[in-house]
Antibody, heavy 124, light 113 residues
Framework: QVQLVESGGGVVQPGRSLRLSCAAS????????MHWVRQAPGKGLQWVTL????????YYADSVRGRFTISRDNSKNTLYLQMNNLRTEDTGVYYC?????????????????WGQGTTVTVSS | NFMLTQPHSVSESPGKTVIISCTRS????????VQWYQQRPGSSPTTVIY?????PSGVPDRFSGSIDSSSNSASLTISGLKTEDEADYYC????????????FGGGTKLTVL
């Protein structure tokens, strides 16, 4: 079955770095765009970043641009999120999600499969 | 850039119908498809509606989606409410302007009492 499994979360001090991974299975990973979406404790969903299937395009939310880097290894069916210069406001659950594109308009739409999430806590 | 605004919470009785709204602040609601996600407590989100009104396989037909250009909003309708529908619901749309972004509404907590 289609599955996304995140790992790499933990407790880290402000200013430090962390690298998240997302292992994909059950579908042709190299054919899909992929997202990271986060959720602060008790808050709503916030889109973080997207990478196209061939890494040709990467988009970032303003709040993380310049600090976070998304990448992927299609040979390993794995998505990554390198997070540098972490801030307390980066605390939350980080979900990787498979992206979807409309078959009719060929435009991005949303996310159709989500992982279970990995928790990042930034605290001194 | 635009925002999606949802009511903070709604409540209804089992067996009844509830409608959750999602209003786009600028630009046409029809410009980009709207998706709806369900997030039960302690779980990750799942898609209940995609491309405005499409239901993924496995989602009951009690869930339906629509958009209304006159109010510039999208709606998620859940009929025949069950206690298992109690969850947070988020609308989401893609911002294809100069500033590419995937926009989420703030979420609506549905209580089935």
């Amino acid at each position: 079955q289609v599955q996304l499994v995140e790992s790499g979360g933990g407790v880290v001090q402000p200013g430090r770095s962390l690298r998240l991974s997302c292992a994909a299975s059950g579908f042709t990973f190299s054919s899909y765009v992929m997202h990271w979406v986060r959720q602060a404790p008790g808050k709503g969903l916030q889109w973080v970043t997207l990478i196209t299937h061939d890494e040709s395009y990467k988009y970032y939310a303003d709040s993380v641009r310049g600090r976070f880097t998304i990448s992927r290894d299609n040979s390993k069916n794995t998505l990554y999120l390198q997070m540098n210069n972490l801030r307390t406001e980066d605390t939350g659950v980080y979900y990787c999600a498979r992206g979807s594109i409309s078959r009719t308009t060929r435009m991005y739409t949303g996310m159709d499969v989500w992982g279970q999430g990995t928790t990042v806590t930034v605290s001194s | 850039n635009f925002m999606l605004t949802q009511p903070h919470s709604v409540s209804e009785s089992p067996g009844k119908t509830v409608i959750i709204s999602c209003t786009r602040s600028s630009g046409s609601i029809a410009a980009n498809y709207v998706q709806w996600y369900q997030q039960r407590p302690g779980s990750s989100p799942t898609t209940v509606i995609y491309e405005d009104d499409q239901r993924p396989s496995g989602v009951p037909d009690r869930f339906s989606g629509s958009i209304d250009s006159s109010s510039n909003s999208a709606s998620l309708t859940i009929s025949g409410l069950k206690t298992e529908d109690e969850a947070d619901y988020y609308c989401q749309s893609y911002d294809s302007s100069n500033h590419v972004n995937w926009v989420f509404g703030g979420g609506t907590k549905l209580t089935v009492l």
